[in-house]
């Protein structure tokens, strides 16, 4: 088998292949030609064989029959023994008629006499062949009656010789007829294979070089390989011929290309230069609008502090004209920098250079700080404004501008709500938002003019009545801070009867329950008590422009102390000697800018860790942060919110020596902590509320807190909450008094955040007494220690 | 035994069946030593007797002698010891299409149309007289006497080795116009070309 797919293999060439079948074909007919001969001369050969044994064995009885007769063996045995003439024959022998063996012959000298094979009955004789011997069987007849039988064997060497004479005169004749078959084939595939060997070769060349300029050459006999070189030698010539052409149009292609890309590249330089032009321009823009704002705010700044502080009556009470031209000054005032801030949040959206900084908030905390720059003005026109934000899901923006899109949108209720109207806020949430409502009692908008509302420099025409001062831009800014958030802002209304504006925002996670305690409070935190004079924290101002630096002065004064740097370079130098406890910082002085010198402040290992406030009008805040400023304020600035912002930062300083604040909502055990504690020499203050103890907190410095776990309300479990997420209030001790059975949960969060746990059970008093003793004197030594 | 493998086994309690099984009883009991006998060597006469008949068989007759009767004579001259053998053995055989028949002479003048004649020793005396008549016939002469063939008879049998051998006389059988087959001068142990003639 394997010599068979040999002999077939696909990559032998046709020449050899059609050798190969020439042979194999000549050789197999050649080989059944003679297998079918010598079968043949086989068999007559046989036939002649026994032919010849039995005229042996006729002469050899009727010799014998005499002898038989006679009963002259001898006789018999010396005619037996004539066939030494005949060499094939092995033995012979004659038998009586009994089967008795009579006379016998062996060729190759005596041997034994065998027993004589029955003849069937009826016949003459019988024949078989043995063991390479022709065995025969002969009756002697003689005058019509049985004399006896002849029993001939003979060998069959002649016949193998035959056959190795004819095997080897096959093998010769084979051998001859395939040498004759190879010279024979050779000449066909001359005539046959060799056009298509040629053809195969100029297929190669065509395939491999691509030249299709090569041609068949013609056999001139109209056979099948000569139709095929035609056919082929056409098929080359259309091939070229669309090569040809192909060609062309490649040519073509390629000038085509080129010259486009030549075009491409032009206009490529022309867009890259007016790319640079458009660069340059809002790069310009940008100067434009940082150095309007600068110069716009900066002598603004000063107006509206000091009006301020003069309407206070800060520098020495007014009489009542004074007041009211300085409340003219106080509102013209603000108008102006409403109209700036509002042309300056539109530019920078338009440049599209607005800065979200984004975080997760309650919109009912931060509500209160809207609400309270709103309710005077509603309170002004008797507007009630009422609000339901009670949603768990905090909102994700920038809360900053969430607090101007609400503002935006109340006061722009108020302004078009008559006398005793009503506005009211309500809030949803929705799968990915919340929403926030405001809904007014006002004049109504046209439905042909609900579009207008929200474009640049548009206002409704409310009426001959109506005079309404406003810049025009709230609605249109309002409504693009609300996309960029991802928002939507939408109106409904009608004419006479009010309108409702709502705005959409990205909720966050409803987990997220980050509620600030100084959010919730700061809204409504005036003053701080003022501390011993020996202990208030020093803030050092930064800024170039007095009246500024006076401005933030007066806006601490009570609390903190200040010192003053009008430069970068003084900034770095004072703040090293004076160590101060937070520093504020303008961002455009000359010399050293801002940035510069909050960086130099935070490489100074002496002043790396004093937390810095960027005031400025510049908003960069991003650059800010990045330089390691702990928070950026935007001028103008109100007075609460740099407070806010400096306590956040600056660290609570306890007064062992101020009152320890008392919460239970039971009077009588206050009574009795308040004796308590009295006579032991500690100063007390009582609440009956945990709302009130945060509101004494964020208003009043103390040296500790002593709670009721179990009240009405807020309970202490949230007061120790709130307290212990006021940076400022991080250390303050806290006592724990309850009757109250606790958790394992609870027991945990108590040992964790608070000082000391006592039992409501009888014998308290001493150790309350003992562990307030252990708390606050154990820092103060601790303090002194620190000092020396 | 074959047959018992061929009958079936309810066919013993028959007629038929047992008459069969005591015929094959009776058969082998009677039968089987007279062929044994048959076998054993046969006696001198009985061999004589035979090699009378063989020879008819290799000895060609001249024309006029074969065309005479229809019967093939051979017959016996004196005091033969044949006794009922010759009979026997030669009962119902035929040599040439022609019955053969022994037939007893007591002159040889009786013994011209005899295709074979067996001349007893006690002739010994007057073999030159029987010869003499027999003369110008073409009747084999066979005898047992010696010098039979020396003294002009034809075939003359021999004990050799306790066996029965002939001699053969060809110029006496000539003569008659009888023709030997070279068969049978092959098996002859002494063939005699020239010989006295009536003598």
């Keep these: 088998m394997a010599d068979l797919t040999m002999f077939w293999s696909r990559d032998s060439s046709i020449t050899k292949r059609l050798t190969r079948m020439n042979m194999l074909v000549s050789g197999a007919a050649l080989l059944i030609s003679c297998a079918a001969f010598v079968t043949y001369d086989l068999v007559s050969f046989r036939e002649a064989m026994v032919h010849n044994l039995s005229i042996q064995a006729q002469i050899a009885g009727s010799n014998s029959v005499s002898a038989l007769l006679f009963d002259d063996p001898q006789t018999a045995v010396s005619t037996l023994s004539a066939l030494k003439a005949a060499p094939n024959i092995v033995s012979a022998g004659i038998y009586t008629p009994e089967s008795r063996p009579f006379a016998m012959y062996w060729r190759d000298g005596a041997g034994q006499s065998l027993a004589l094979p029955p003849i069937p009955s009826g016949q003459m004789e019988a024949h078989w062949f043995k063991e390479d011997q022709l065995v025969l069987v002969r009756k002697i007849v003689f005058q019509g009656k049985p004399s006896g039988s002849v029993f001939i064997r003979s060998d069959l060497q002649e016949m193998s010789h035959r056959l190795k004479r004819y095997a080897g005169i096959a093998a010769m004749v084979l051998f001859a007829s395939l040498i004759a078959a190879l010279l024979v084939a050779s000449v066909f595939q001359r005539a046959v294979a060799e056009p298509i060997v040629h053809l195969a070769e100029l297929a190669g060349i065509v395939s491999r070089d691509k030249d299709y300029s090569v041609r068949a050459t013609s056999t001139g006999n109209r056979d099948e390989p000569d139709i095929l070189i035609h056919a082929f030698n056409e098929m080359l010539g259309q091939i070229q011929e669309r090569e040809g052409a192909l060609q062309q149009v490649h040519r073509e292609l390629e000038q085509r290309v080129e010259a486009r890309t030549a075009q491409l590249a032009a206009a490529n330089k022309e867009l890259e230069l007016r790319n640079r032009e458009v660069e340059h321009a809002t790069k310009l823009k940008s100067k434009f609008l940082a150095s309007m704002s600068h110069e716009l705010r900066t002598p603004l700044n000063a107006i509206v502090g000091f009006s301020d502080l003069l309407a206070e009556g800060v520098p020495g009470e007014l009489n009542p004209k004074q007041k009211r031209f300085v409340n003219h000054i106080k509102q013209g005032s603000a108008h102006l920098l409403q109209l700036i801030n509002d042309i300056l949040d539109l530019s920078k959206i338009e440049a599209g250079q607005l800065e979200l900084h984004c975080e997760h908030f309650h919109m009912k905390d931060a509500l209160p700080e809207v609400l309270s720059t709103i309710r005077p003005l509603a309170m002004a026109k008797n507007i009630q404004v009422e609000h339901m934000l009670e949603i768990d899901r905090p909102a994700y923006a920038d809360r900053v501008r969430f607090k101007q899109i609400l503002y935006n949108l109340l006061s722009n209720a108020v302004k078009f709500t008559p006398q005793d109207g009503r506005i009211s806020i309500a809030c949803a949430e929705d799968e990915d938002f919340v929403s926030i409502s405001v809904t007014d009692t006002g004049i109504g908008i046209r439905a042909e003019d609900q579009t207008v509302v929200f474009e640049e420099f548009r206002q409704v025409e409310g009426g001959k009545d109506s005079t309404h001062e406003g810049t025009g831009l709230g609605l249109a800014i309002t409504k693009r801070l609300v996309e960029q958030q991802g928002g939507k802002l939408s109106l409904v209304s009608e004419l006479g009867k009010g309108s409702r504006f709502s705005f959409t925002l990205p909720a966050g996670a409803k987990t997220t329950t980050k509620t600030s305690a100084t959010d919730a409070v700061s809204a409504t935190a005036p003053h701080r008590a003022a501390a011993a004079e020996g202990r208030k924290p020093l803030v050092l101002i930064v800024d170039d422009e007095a009246p500024a630096r006076e401005l933030l002065a007066s806006y601490l004064d009570p609390e903190y102390r200040t010192a003053m740097a009008e430069s970068g370079a003084e900034a770095v130098r004072r703040a090293q000697q004076l160590q101060p406890d937070a520093i504020t910082l303008d961002v455009l002085m000359p010399g050293s800018s801002g940035f510069e010198t909050l960086a130099a402040l935070r490489k100074n290992p002496e002043t790396a860790n004093i937390p810095i406030i960027v005031v400025s009008i510049v908003d960069q805040k991003q650059v800010g942060f990045a330089l390691g400023a702990a928070d950026y304020l935007i001028k103008p600035i109100r007075k609460s919110v740099l407070l806010e912002t400096i306590r956040k930062h600056v660290p609570y300083q306890y007064d062992d020596d101020a009152a320890i604040l008392l919460v239970d909502d039971d009077p009588k055990t206050l009574e009795l902590l308040e004796e308590t504690l009295r006579s032991a020499g500690y100063e007390t203050q009582s609440v009956q509320s945990g709302k009130r103890a945060l509101e004494v907190l964020s208003s009043k410095l103390v040296s500790a807190v002593l709670l009721d776990l179990l009240m009405p309300g807020m309970d202490g479990f949230e007061v120790i909450r709130h307290v212990r997420q006021d940076a400022a209030l991080k250390q303050l001790p806290i006592f724990v008094m309850t009757g109250k059975s606790l958790t394992p949960e609870e027991s945990d969060l108590l040992a964790r955040e608070t000082q000391a746990l006592l039992l409501k059970n009888g014998s308290w008093q001493q150790q309350l007494v003992a562990e307030v003793e252990r708390v606050i004197r154990g820092r103060k030594l601790a303090r002194s220690a620190g000092q020396s | ?199």
């Design chain 2, 1 to 199: 035994m074959t047959r018992k493998h061929i009958l079936a086994p309810g066919f013993f309690h028959g007629t038929l069946g047992r008459v069969i099984t005591w015929t094959v009883i009776t058969w082998t009991v009677i039968a089987a030593p007279l062929l044994h006998g048959q076998q054993s060597s046969p006696t001198e006469s009985e061999v004589k007797s035979a090699y009378l008949y063989n020879f008819g068989k290799f000895v060609e007759w001249p024309a006029k002698a074969t065309s005479a009767g229809e019967f093939f004579p051979i017959c016996a001259l004196g005091d033969d010891s044949f006794g009922s053998t010759l009979e026997t053995i030669i009962a119902g055989e035929s040599i040439n299409g022609k019955k053969v028949l022994v037939k007893r002479v007591a002159r040889p003048q009786d013994a011209v149309s005899c295709r074979i004649l067996f001349i007893s020793s006690s002739e010994q005396n007057q073999l030159k007289e029987i010869l003499a008549a027999l003369d110008n016939t073409s009747v084999l002469t066979v005898s047992d006497m010696p010098q039979f063939t020396r003294r002009g008879g034809m075939i003359q049998f021999v004990v050799e080795a306790n066996k029965v051998r002939f001699e053969v006389n060809l110029t006496s059988a000539e003569r008659a116009g009888l023709t030997l087959s070279s068969q049978l001068l092959k098996v002859a142990i002494n063939v005699k070309r020239s010989a006295q003639s009536g003598g």
